[in-house]
């Protein structure tokens, strides 16, 4: 489970995120129209205006799950009267604060609420739907961090951000307990049946609907195109950093963690919430029901992968892609090409990661394999032991298993495959002085999400053919346009979209991360 450093890490993204992205629902028009006021089927909501975009923040799209709702799917949000004011952000889930001890400020059980976006023109014809669901290892982050009006604007979309339940509140397990490891995927769903109820009064298409996502996002949007409950719901996806196939083994994605998949059956979530209330002294579901909040949340190391074998997610999602059992629409996939940079400064000891560290940690990861690893990966062709070490843990855990599921996707689906490449992309972590981050994790999202960085010239023009891919794919499946470099479907080879400042490229995901070697040795 999670260590301090990386929850840390993920912590102080969060902060970021949280800080930036502020302004999200606040109004910064003067007077209100009858074009910011807006039916759903719960009631009216009041959004802002700002001369561009229509932005409507906080509309619930589900009940509280507190209290008896605890760990249960879901239930439509309660109708109100008159008009609801839509302009201010809505709390996020429940997480750990930067002191990982105590609640984030303002966090709330109640937080089942999505925002969304849209251009302020008005057409007859609806727009596409891009729904977003945001990373955080399925403990952290907020969909309200994300302020939709770049892609919005520039690619004449619709954009929602869904919330979700997060850790020990979204991913718990009990024996018995219906949907174990899978609350936080159902309020997704709901999420997502509301765009299809609801998204054709704020102007958009629910027939034309794409789900996309980052990280635990990414994740999650592997996980909604294998159940059978988004059946009608999704039209396209969008995995970014998350691909089904995604794994770790021991010690690689952060210093001395277990090997991990994000998958595991309901009944090794389920013996994880029993053992849960056997700490809190408790004998049944309904004494783990009513624990203090705080209590919960800090299990949330316990409750980070997501169960299978439930009506929601019958099968594991890389056997779903095997054997084609999963909604067949187009996908758009791909990782940072240095995944890894995002976390591997937490391997340093005192700011220093040498060859004598770089052996240590291969023994650790790789144990009697480790010098077959060391010969595929020496340190005399990288330009540092900390730069060796980044590149083999992206290559091992991030892009071949996403190559793997490039494959097994386009047995069946049109695919699109992209890897982002911008090694001087603006730092939104903090990372440590000196430390060479290369094109990490997480760093394409400030390309379509305005996260309030400075671009160079090269770089917004990258985030402009960034945001007409992501949004002509939402509305065609297909991300070529007129302006943007040719994209070719995914045939393996050299078909993948390199996306960097300079120069339009393509890659051949193989043969440039060593994806036959890692086949074999596994």
Known sequence: MPTKGIRSTAVSLTAVLAATLGFVGVSTASGQSTRDVVPTGSGFVRGTLDGQSRVFSGIPFAAPPTGDRRWRPPRPAASWSGVRDATKRPAPCPQLGEDGNSLMPGSSEDCLYLNVTTPQRADAKPKPVMVWLHGGGFYSGAATYYDGRRLSRAGDVVVVTVAYRLGALGFFGYPGLPDSGTFGLA????????????????????????????????LSTCAQLASPGTTGLIDRAIVESGACDTNFPANLNYPDSTAQPFWVPQDTIAARGRELAGRLGCADLDCVREADL?????????????????????????????????????????????????????????????????????????????????????????????????????????????????????????????????????????????????????????????????????????????????????????????????????????????????????????????????????
């Open 187 to 218: 309020d997704q769903q709901a999420g997502l049946r509301w765009v299809h109820d609801n998204i054709r009064a704020f102007g958009g298409d629910p027939d034309n609907v794409t789900v996309f996502g980052e990280s635990a996002g990414g």
């Open 294 to 522: 705080l209590t919960l949340v800090k299990a949330n190391g316990d409750f980070e992968q997501v169960g299978y074998g439930t009506p929601l997610l019958p099968l594991d999602p890389r056997l779903a892609l095997r054997t084609g059992a999963f909604n067949h629409v187009p996908v758009m996939q791909g990782n940072t090409r240095e995944e890894q940079g995002f976390f591997g400064w937490l391997y340093q000891e005192n700011g220093k990661f040498d060859a004598t560290a770089y052996r240590h940690n291969l023994v650790k990861s790789f144990g009697d394999q480790a010098d077959v690893v060391a010969r595929e990966y020496p340190l005399s062709v990288h330009d540092s032991p900390m730069r060796a070490w980044n590149t083999l843990a992206t290559d091992r855990a991030w892009i071949c298993p996403a190559l793997t599921a490039n494959r097994q996707l386009a047995r069946r689906v049109p695919v699109y495959s992209f890897s982002f490449a911008d090694r001087a992309a603006p730092d939104i972590i903090g990372f440590p002085a000196g430390y060479d981050q290369g094109a990490y994790h997480s760093s394409e999202v400030s390309y379509l999400f305005d996260l309030g960085v400075r671009f160079t010239e090269q770089q917004a023009e990258l985030s402009r053919q960034m945001v007409g891919y992501w949004t002509n794919f939402a509305r065609t499946g297909d991300p070529n346009g007129a302006g943007l470099p040719a994209w070719p479907r995914f045939a393996d080879g050299d078909t993948t979209r390199s996306l960097q400042p300079v120069g339009a490229t393509r890659t051949d995901l193989s043969r440039d991360h060593h994806c036959d070697f890692w086949s074999q040795l596994s």
